[in-house]
Every structure is written in structure tokens, then in C-alpha cells.
């Protein structure tokens, strides 16, 4: 009996072990199979995936094409990530060669628009031309801004701030072109606060240009949005909320400058007005965020008109209550393209701009400035660091940022 009683547990015993060596084969080929999944290859080097296909005994072939990936970058594979791998399987991994320069017709001694708005009203019916809300088509509907910002987007324009523009940084992907939005008068429609929320954060108008801006960097994160406000005294004529408008702007990525405090038109008052107009301005945006604003002035009515006139250096530098400022770029209305940081044409210390409105493609309007840039404007090699450009364009440069110098 107790022989039998043996036997049995043996045999239980050897029941257990079979078992047990079962769910270890088992476990072992779940793990095997777990390390025969495909990894992603996109962020690895040439060597790390020659590396990989060596391991799993792969036929690794490497493809070159010429796009808009740095050079070597591997940017696609043939095998899915996750895919189950076995031995002998061919894996292609495609290899960039770097950026063809000829075929983008990468170009940055090219021409940059920078936009003049002011207000942005959201009426359907107006009288005039497109989507001039006034006869000289200053103001423009937020129906038509909409259609222009979609305009420029799908035109190969991205995005980038006037602070950097006037200093030379230029970082826009391979292949299109910068573009500058900036706004005059500090008018409430840019950026209209309908109240606040349970946090004390305001509530903007989603149809005044800030609310506007926003859903486009919700729909089009590449786009890079951003733009400049040039203000008056007023600032943004909602004094309740001036810092917290103010600072939120700063914080979402856009920019704050000068239009002087009363609109003055510098070609009729002293030289010791133009330094209070000018002063009292930055002194105020000071007070609200200070170090955060941009030290450029959009001139009201665009003047004066020359750089020559008595006021203009006032403009540039003054002392106005004890509080010295400097002023490194001017805005004029203008009417059209302004030249490249790199060409050596560019002035940024008395800078074009293209009135945004509509006027049947005559008389420097949006259709008209932008066919004239099919031909001269600026297309991006994608990298701040370089300025490329063809070699018949090479005596236009003039590198006084000192960047590297690619030709083709």
C-alpha cells in the first residue's frame, strides 16, 4: 500500500515537473517572440541599424533619396514597427542625402513679406472691396483674415517673429518661406476679452485676430503662429485687463511694441514730443512686463516719411523721465516686400510693409505683392545657422551675422 502510495506521488511529482517545464518553454517562446518584434529604426544611426539586422540576421539594403531630412538621417523603414521579424527577412532602411537645394529652389537672399493689419471685425456685410471693412481697406474682416492666414498657409509661408527677423534668425523648414504678421493701434478686436473664467484667466472673443490666431495653431501646429502688436497709450483699450492681456501675450507667444502714445504724426511736432511719444510708451510697457516687450516702433501714418527728417533719430534714442531707451528696428506702412536679413539692401532700422486688403490685384494689395513674390521671395534651407543661396546670387549678401555661407 505504501509502495503504490509512492509510485502515485511520484508520478504526481513528475505530472508537476512536466508541467512546470511546459510553462517555461511556454514563457520562454512568448519572451522570444516578444524579442522578435520589429523596432523603430527613424531615431537610430546607420551603424546602430546595421547593428540591429546583424543581431536578427537580417537582409539589411540601405536606400538614399534626396528630402528634406538632415543627411543620413534614416527617416523610413520597410518592416512596421512591431511587426514579428524571423531570420532572413529583407529590410530596407531609407537614408536621406540631405536637402536638394536646386529642387526647392532654396533661395534666402529672396525677398520676406511682413503684414500690416489694424482692426478685425466680425461683420459679413461691408460695402467695399473684398474684405475691406474701410474704403482704404485698413480694417478687415474676420471672415477675410481667416482666408488670408489659409492663403499663406497654403502658399509654403510659415510663421516667425519680427524680433527675429530683424536679427537675422530665420528658422522656417527646408523649402518654404518666413512670413511676418504684425498689427497697428492696439485696437480691442485684436484681442477682445469677454470676461474671465472660474481662475481669474480672461476669456478671449474667438472671433477677434487673437482668437482667431489660436484656432489656426490648433489646426496647424507647423504653421509656427505668432505675430507683433504695436500699441498706443490705450494699449489694448480695455484698461481692467491691461496686465493680465498683456502678460498673457507675452506667455502664448506673441510679441508687444511701439506705435507711440497718441498716434502722433512725426512729421508735425518737435523733437521734444517725439521723445515723450515714443518714451512714455515703452516707460508704460515698463510698468506692465518689463524686459518682455520688443524695442521696435511701427510709425503712425508711416511717418516721417525719410530718415533724414529731424525726428527720426528720436525715434531710434531718447531719455524720457530719467529712462533711456533704444529703439533697433522702424515699421513704415509701405506696400511691399522687404528684403532679406542677409541682403545687403536690408535696413531694418526703416523696414516696408504690406498692407493686408484687397483691391483686385492692383496698387500693391495682397494678390498683387504675392504674385511679385512667386519670383524673389525667400525659400528657407532650414537651417537658422546657414545662408544658402545660388552661386549668380552670391554678391547680394552681406553677412554681417556671421553664419555659414552654403551656394549652389
Known sequence: MKRKLKIKRIIILIFVLVI????????????????????DLTNKTIADAQKYASENKLNLKIEEQNNNYEKDKIFKQSIEVNSEIKENDDLIIYISKGIDYEEL????????????????????DNEYIGGNVDK?????????????????????????????YVNGIIDVEAGYSPIIITFDDGLSNNIKVTGLDENGNIIIDPNCAIGILESFKQKYPDFNVTATFFVNG?????????????????????????????????????KEKSVQEIGSVYNLLDKYIPGK?????????????????????????????????????TLRVGW????????????????KRIRAYDNN????DIEMNFKILENN????????????????????INNIYDLNIETY
Open 377 to 396: 521671395r525667400f525659400i528657407s534651407d532650414g537651417d537658422k545657422n546657414t545662408i544658402t543661396i545660388p552661386k549668380d546670387k552670391e554678391t547680394l
Open 336 to 351: 511691399e516686400a522687404e528684403y532679406s536679413p542677409f541682403n545687403k539692401l536690408f535696413d531694418k532700422t526703416f523696414l
Open 20 to 39: 512546470i517545464l511546459a510553462l517555461i518553454c511556454l514563457l520562454n517562446h512568448k519572451k522570444e517572440k516578444v524579442n522578435n518584434l520589429m523596432i
Open 361 to 364: 490685384g492692383k496698387d500693391f
Open 136 to 164: 482704404d481697406g485698413y480694417q478687415r474682416t474676420a471672415e477675410a483674415f481667416k482666408k488670408d492666414l489659409e492663403f499663406y498657409y497654403n502658399s509654403g509661408y510659415r510663421m516667425i517673429r519680427l524680433n527675429d
Open 105 to 124: 529652389k532654396v533661395d534666402e537672399s529672396g525677398n520676406v513679406p511682413i503684414m500690416m493689419y489694424h482692426g478685425i471685425h466680425n461683420i459679413t
Open 234 to 270: 490705450g494699449l489694448f483699450n480695455q484698461s481692467e485687463y491691461n496686465e493680465k492681456i498683456l502678460n498673457w501675450l507675452i506667455d502664448n507667444g506673441y510679441d508687444i511694441g511701439n506705435h507711440s502714445y497718441s498716434h502722433a504724426d512725426f512729421t508735425s511736432i518737435s
Open 293 to 329: 516687450y520688443v524695442n521696435i516702433v511701427a510709425l503712425p501714418f508711416g511717418s516721417p516719411y525719410d530718415k533724414s527728417h529731424t525726428n527720426f533719430s528720436s525715434i531710434l534714442k531718447g531719455i524720457y523721465n530719467d529712462k533711456e531707451y533704444n529703439t533697433i528696428a
